[in-house]
Nanobody, 118 residues
Framework: QVQLVESGGGLVQPGGSLRLSCSVS????????MGWYRQAPGNQRELVVS???????NYADFAKGRFTISRGNARNTVDLQMNSLKPEDTAVYYC????????????WGKGSLVTVSS
């Protein structure tokens, strides 16, 4: 069973930065897609960014220019650097990994809470 464990969430002031990390229990090269979703209270889960095993990325419009995804191939991690955070970025952020092109096989982490507030 694959395990994904997020870390790095917390409370940050508007305009601040946070870096989330997703540690994966097996080589990230075995996954077709990886990335991050988020879910704010009362909202549906939404895609933040995805990255393929070749490094191609797809960012949500709200993340473009502020968030950056990166792969730590040697450490089996996928990180999300978030800058210029806004109160509306407050959400639980979930790491995910797809072993193939079928999203029904997706693995999820348990989530990391990010709160942006003064």
């Amino acid at each position: 069973q694959v395990q994904l464990v997020e870390s790095g969430g917390g409370l940050v002031q508007p305009g601040g930065s946070l870096r989330l990390s997703c540690s994966v229990s097996r080589s990230i090269f075995t996954f077709y897609y990886m990335g991050w979703y988020r879910q704010a209270p009362g909202n549906q889960r939404e895609l933040v960014v995805s990255i393929t095993n070749t490094g191609s990325t797809n960012y949500a419009d709200f993340a473009k220019g502020r968030f950056t995804i990166s792969r730590g191939n040697a450490r089996n991690t996928v990180d999300l650097q978030m800058n210029s955070l806004k109160p509306e970025d407050t959400a639980v952020y979930y790491c995910y990994a797809d072993p193939n092109s079928n999203p029904s096989m997706r693995y999820w982490g348990k989530g990391s809470l990010v709160t942006v507030s003064s």
